[in-house]
T-cell receptor, first 114, second 111 residues
């Protein structure tokens, strides 16, 4: 069935390591997004992509990197430059880059730095 | 960019009570969505409502785009309604093309 799949559900990282979070969608959506949520807070935009091979920085892009080589995939790499990476990461997609389209979310990845 | 404010930040209800959650936004919008975040963190889509009124069971929502606010109504609340409710908005196709979220309303429904 169609949807957005994030993996892994839980991820533990040692300080100084890069980690990559996976986000795959089979909804044939053009646009994909990454958000970060800290405990008790709302969601903040990290990066978004409106089309393959194109992406834009959001509000908190420092210490993160993305790629969009395939329409269905938008992986997020949390680099060692991200000072406080422990958070809940949510991936979303929408049918088009235009604003009048509903966004849907995956189940999230909880990243903990140990 | 667009600012999204939600009120109240916290709400405690007895089962069976009704409630109204408010979302104010600072700019015109082409997309306004309400979500419920469940205890496992997943965001459940409740309404896509850039304008007008929609109803889904005990929940309904109204967006008055000209006055830049949206309301989410929960009637006959149940304990399963507990969680965090988020409003998110996106302006017309200029500037940043992604939803901006409010800080949420944390709802606790007591039996």
């Amino acid at each position: 069935d169609g949807g957005i799949t994030q993996s892994p559900k839980y991820l533990f990282r040692k300080e100084g390591q890069n980690v990559t979070l996976s986000c795959e969608q089979n909804l044939n959506h053009d646009a994909m997004y990454w958000y970060r949520q800290d405990p008790g807070q709302g969601l903040r935009l990290i990066y978004y992509s409106q089309i393959v091979n194109d992406f834009q920085k959001g509000d908190i892009a420092e210490g993160y990197s993305v790629s969009r080589e395939k329409k269905e995939s938008f992986p997020l790499t949390v680099t060692s430059a991200q000072k406080n990476p422990t958070a809940f990461y949510l991936c979303a997609s929408s049918a088009g880059a235009r604003s009048r389209t509903e966004a849907f979310f995956g189940q999230g990845t909880r990243l903990t730095v140990v | 960019g667009i600012q999204v404010e939600q009120s109240p930040p916290d709400l405690i209800l007895q089962e069976g009570a009704n409630s109204t959650l408010r979302c104010n936004f600072s700019d015109s919008v082409n997309n306004l969505q309400w979500f419920h975040q469940n205890p496992w963190g997943q965001l459940i889509n409740l309404f896509y409502i850039p304008s007008g009124t929609k109803q889904n069971g005990r929940l309904s929502a109204t967006t008055v785009a000209t006055e830049r606010y949206s309301l989410l109504y929960i009637s006959s609340s149940q304990t399963t309604d507990s969680g965090v409710y988020f409003c998110a908005a996106r302006p017309p196709d200029t500037g940043r093309r992604a939803l901006t979220f409010g800080s949420g309303t944390r709802l606790q429904v007591q039996p």
